[in-house]
């Protein structure tokens, strides 16, 4: 039995740097990593798609040169250049991150699956390797999440991808079908839509972005079907199966109607589960909801003493920054001694389609659900003179702030670098700043953050 003050399950954007903060402040750390250093963010996830998404772009904006009096010509796209440059980019910060954490003194590294044995152990199991037992009075679980597989009728038959798989395609897919029309499989559609794919979006829920309120939401459809996307709401996959030629055939339900639609590959974007079933976590009594998630206090703490949950793996939001959050969390109330809560912390988020949808706070449906009493700032990216003059108009500034106290409740924002102009309103939330005093602040000209002025001048005119 090999003993330690602290061991980390998941190498993530919560389980990195809190195996190096515990080690460099004298905790004897174990970090297991199942696969690669970087959990999905590096790996599967921001990293990777974010670099093929920069490549869809280019050849978006080139297609559309001429509009600003650029010529060029054809414009085609080389798919092997594109991952290429994504896997040298990906292995690039998994390795500066590896090395990273091999450096730091009092930090063990193992690589294997990791389950509970009790409460206080845990087990290593490697491919071709005896098993190993870790026992600490501490355990942080970074174990993350996987892409969700839905239970359609062939779909085990179909050869279907993944979040985690597409990125490892080798051709462009000519028709890809997109079950579920998540944030991820919106990043994913409009990408290949823009590499040259024929792009179908499968969305079993009536309304496209039920998270938003619904003008952002119409904004955004309007923007990827203007693009080409097709993209059905309120429309059940019933059955998948594979056809003799190779292609794929799905029957899809719309108000009792059902009709056939035949792709060439299809992506399953419906959600992710928790990565808790290998973990045994009955054998150390820590409890779950009915979809596999962690229950943890407003600490982070399980309710067993001594384990806690970070990242995807405890449920809420999903986000790369939230986990790291979380090991800051963790830092400063053991370390520090702080009394630090999740509650009613903020939580951005940014869609990465272009132009992008970055979000703040609460939406107007949620404070109308509320009962608060607010007024809503909206002005158009048209109106915007920065958008005007780079020739992007596309999207819309929407913010929500209190009536009588005046301060910023939410905003959301869809325009070229709209998780940037989010940022700016974000800090303004976090300063109490009002939106008068933003209203008449000096910004620079010509920015997009500028128009922050017009988007408040709707309001009044004092």
């Known amino acids: 039995m090999?003993?330690?003050?602290?061991?980390i399950i998941g190498s993530g954007q919560a389980g990195t740097p809190l195996a190096k903060k515990l080690a460099l402040a004298g905790y004897k750390t174990a970090l297991i990593e199942k696969r690669q250093i970087g959990g999905t963010c590096i790996n599967t996830g921001c990293t990777p798609t974010k670099t093929m998404i920069s490549s869809a772009r280019l050849a978006y904006l080139a297609r559309e040169s001429q509009l600003l009096g650029i010529r060029t010509g054809t414009v085609s796209v080389d798919f092997k250049k594109v991952v290429t440059r994504k896997d040298k980019i990906v292995e690039?910060?998994?390795?500066?991150?590896?090395?990273?954490?091999?450096n730091v003194e009092g930090l063990d590294i193992f690589y294997g699956e990791a389950s509970f044995t009790s409460d206080k152990t845990i087990k290593i199991q490697a491919t071709g390797k005896r098993n190993?037992?870790?026992?600490?009075?501490?355990?942080?679980i970074n174990a993350g999440a996987k892409p969700?597989?839905?239970n359609i009728k062939g779909i085990d038959m179909v050869g279907y991808l993944t979040s985690e798989t597409i990125l490892d395609l080798k051709q462009i897919p000519k028709h890809l079908l997109i079950i579920g029309g998540s944030y991820i499989g919106l990043e994913f559609g409009q990408m290949f839509q823009r590499f040259g794919s024929k792009v179908t979006v499968v969305e079993q829920e009536p309304d496209f972005l039920s998270r938003e309120d619904e003008d952002v939401a119409a904004e955004l459809r309007k923007i990827l079907e203007a693009e080409g996307m097709t993209v059905l709401t309120a429309t059940e996959t019933l059955g998948i199966k594979k056809n003799s030629n190779g292609n794929i055939t799905a029957t899809l339900k719309n108000n009792e109607k059902r009709r056939s639609l035949t792709c060439s590959h299809v992506l399953?974007?419906?959600?992710?589960?928790?990565?808790t079933k290998s973990l045994r976590l009955d054998l150390a009594e820590v409890e779950t909801d009915n979809r596999g998630f962690i229950k943890v206090n407003n600490k982070l703490q399980t309710n067993v003493r001594g384990i806690f949950a970070l990242g995807d793996i405890k449920g809420g939001p999903a986000f790369t920054h939230i986990s790291y959050n979380d090991h800051l969390v963790i830092v400063k109330n053991l370390l520090d001694k702080k009394r630090v809560s999740i509650?009613?912390?903020?939580v951005p988020?940014?869609?990465?389609?272009?132009p992008q949808l970055g979000r703040i706070g609460i939406t107007e449906k949620e404070a109308k659900k509320q009962g608060l009493k607010y007024q809503v700032a909206v002005l158009r990216m048209e109106k915007a003179a920065r958008a005007i003059e780079t020739g992007d108009t596309r999207g819309l500034m929407k913010a929500i702030v209190d009536k009588k106290t005046k301060l910023i409740l939410g905003a959301a924002i869809i325009g070229t670098e709209g998780g940037e102009i989010m940022t700016v309103l974000q800090m303004a939330m976090m300063g109490g700043?009002?939106?008068?005093?933003?209203?008449n602040g000096i910004f620079a000209h010509p920015t997009y953050s500028e128009s922050l002025n017009n988007l408040f001048m709707t309001l009044d005119s004092r």
């Open 433 to 439: 700043i009002t939106y008068p005093e933003i209203r």
């Open 132 to 140: 190993i037992l870790l026992e600490s009075p501490k355990i942080f």
């Open 2 to 7: 090999n003993k330690y003050d602290a061991i």
């Open 268 to 275: 399953l974007a419906v959600g992710r589960t928790p990565d």
């Open 349 to 354: 988020y940014c869609m990465f389609t272009d």
């Open 148 to 150: 969700t597989v839905p």
């Open 92 to 102: 690039q910060f998994r390795g500066s991150a590896t090395r990273n954490l091999e």
């Open 343 to 346: 509650k009613n912390r903020m």
